[in-house]
């Protein structure tokens, strides 16, 4: 059964990547605001980073960012790095265990992949209703940065809006796509992982 990709209320989008520092938190929030306004509100980011706390102990956080991606309509990862983050490749397979559309992110120009034509490890490649977007923002950087921008923050700006653009293509494929789960299956399989996580 194919999903249209006009929801009434638009989409809740979980953005997974990693959030140790600045530049991640920053790209998060700037990755999100793009999309948010490259698809005129019809994918509703849902950021981690954004995610109210009750405390900051491990498995309150943990259990807090699961909930969140379980409820969302779709999930984008960012695979960036020499190797992928860990939590986004756990928070990836648990997407897939409930049939979440996807799109796996590589905005990073190194390559670190094996024998797929993605760059990244063959374990994560290769899953239904999940696309994925391999973008040099190196190269669309320094092509803005030759047109004489003054400021690279706005530089900055402008490459998000095009790594966005080309996300929403991607998930409206994902999205578009055949479930894997009906809705019988999907809730069972919900079940378990929160029954499996201790949710």
């Known amino acids: ?23 991640h938190i920053a790209g998060n929030a700037l990755l999100s605001e793009s999309l948010s306004a490259v698809s005129s509100g019809r994918y509703r980011p849902v950021l981690p980073q954004d995610l109210e706390l009750p405390s900051l102990e491990a498995k309150v956080i943990r259990d807090i960012d699961y909930a969140a991606l379980l409820g969302c309509d779709a999930a984008i990862f960012q695979f960036d790095g020499s190797d992928l983050d860990s939590g986004t490749v756990a928070e ?3 997407a897939k265990f409930v049939d979440i559309p996807s799109v796996l992110l590589r905005t990073d120009f190194r390559r670190s992949g094996d024998r797929n034509s993605n760059p990244w490890n063959l374990m994560c490649d290769s899953f239904p ?3 994925s977007l391999v973008v040099d923002t190196m190269v669309l950087y320094s092509k803005e940065m030759e047109k004489g921008w003054m400021l690279a923050s706005e530089v900055t700006k402008v490459v998000a809006y095009q790594v966005a653009a080309q996300l929403v293509e991607k998930l409206d494929t994902a999205i578009g796509t055949s479930v894997v789960l009906d809705e019988k299956e999907n809730a069972e399989a919900r079940r378990l992982i929160r029954k499996t996580y201790d949710l």
């Open 92 to 94: 990836f397979m648990t």
């Open 1 to 23: 059964m194919e999903e249209t990709v006009n929801k009434e209320n638009g989409y809740t989008v979980y953005l997974a990547g990693e959030l140790f520092d600045l530049k």
């Open 129 to 131: 209703r999940t696309e």
